[in-house]
């Protein structure tokens, strides 16, 4: 069966907005789909942040991915509290990271039992769909039941688990695909990179005969 790989961070928030067409993708075509979370840019190499190309860059995403996001009719607000803590001013990245790393793994650890897709389609929407302080109280926890998985048995294994270097194995990946930023959809070493390309990515797999719907696909 083809594999599609999904290169995916819990701070993109066109990773977010791409989380229905994941789901899409799944049940729309007889395809394998392996969820690779990787950690933001901004974790993975800081300094990019400082260029003067990426602040500009910044400021575009700060305007086209609430407008994507009113074009697609999802809800959209900016995590509260970030996924990374960071100096928005000064874009310098916080020592102590409590949420990214934990998030990360998790999202790893959701791929491990199957359900990947489904808890980050879950979590996204709590962070960047409006709700405050999604970090507190049941929110996750019931973010993970919906997706049909366990939070706190997920937590245990992420304490005493590789989660760390299938990270990075992810990352390599990425890279090895030609390609660094998310989402990401990559089919016979070939990515798709960004929300809107999913429609190709589509086409691409329909003619490759994988469509549900076409003569002789499972």
Known sequence: MKNVDIFWSFRSP?????????????????IKTTFRPVFPIAIRD???????ASMKKGRYIQLDWERRAEFLGMAHKWPSPDPIVQDLKTLKIAAEQPYIYRLTY???????????????????????????DWHLG????????????????????????????????????????????????VVDDEP??????????????????LSRDTKGSA
């Open 138 to 185: 049941e929110h996750l926890a019931q973010a993970a039941k919906r997706a049909g998985l366990d939070l706190a048995s997920m937590d245990e294994a992420i304490a005493n688990g590789d989660h760390k270097l299938e990270v990075a194995r992810n990352q390599q990946l990425l890279d090895e695909a030609g390609h660094w930023g998310v989402p990401t959809f």
């Open 106 to 132: 998790l999202g790893v650890e959701a791929q491990r039992l199957g359900r990947g897709i489904e808890f980050a389609a879950e979590v996204s929407k709590l962070t960047f769909g409006g709700l405050q």
């Open 14 to 30: 066109y990773s977010y907005l791409a989380t229905p067409d994941m789901l899409a993708l799944k049940k729309d075509f007889a």
């Open 46 to 52: 800081p300094d990019i942040l400082f260029a003067p």
């Open 192 to 209: 798709f990179f960004g929300q809107d390309r999913v429609e190709i990515l589509r086409w691409h797999l329909e003619g490759l005969g």
